[in-house]
Nanobody, 122 residues
Framework: EVQLVESGGGLVQPGGSLRLSCAVSGFTFDDYSMTWVRQAPGKGLEWVSTITWNGANTYFPESLKGRFHISRDNAKNTLYLQMTNLKSDDTAVYYC???????????????WGQGTQVTVSS
């Protein structure tokens, strides 16, 4: 059974940092790129970051570059998201997801974790 379990969320003050973890099981972790997606209250899903199977390549939207860092430990079957200089706009539920690459131009996420809440507030 494929499982993705996020942890590390919580309440943090503006300017603070958090590290999220996503522990996976039930599949060969280093066969897949992995992604973080978030959903702010009352808003749709927003892509946060993707990392390739070996960690060699990482991708972020321009709005998050420099503040968020994605990494993975394939020996531990764990994905991470280091978030720094957090802002109130970063308040959201953060999900990790497994990416299935269909072609160079198309991929989708077939398994998701249950999410972890991040609240940035003073």
């Amino acid at each position: 059974e494929v499982q993705l379990v996020e942890s590390g969320g919580g309440l943090v003050q503006p300017g603070g940092s958090l590290r999220l973890s996503c522990a996976v099981s039930g599949f060969t972790f280093d066969d897949y790129s992995m992604t973080w997606v978030r959903q702010a209250p009352g808003k749709g899903l927003e892509w946060v970051s993707t990392i390739t199977w070996n960690g060699a390549n990482t991708y972020f939207p321009e709005s998050l570059k420099g503040r968020f860092h994605i990494s993975r430990d394939n020996a531990k079957n764990t994905l991470y998201l280091q978030m720094t200089n957090l802002k109130s706009d970063d308040t959201a539920v953060y999900y990790c997801a497994r990416e299935v690459l269909v072609s160079s131009y198309y991929s989708f996420y077939d398994y998701w974790g249950q999410g972890t809440q991040v609240t940035v507030s003073s």
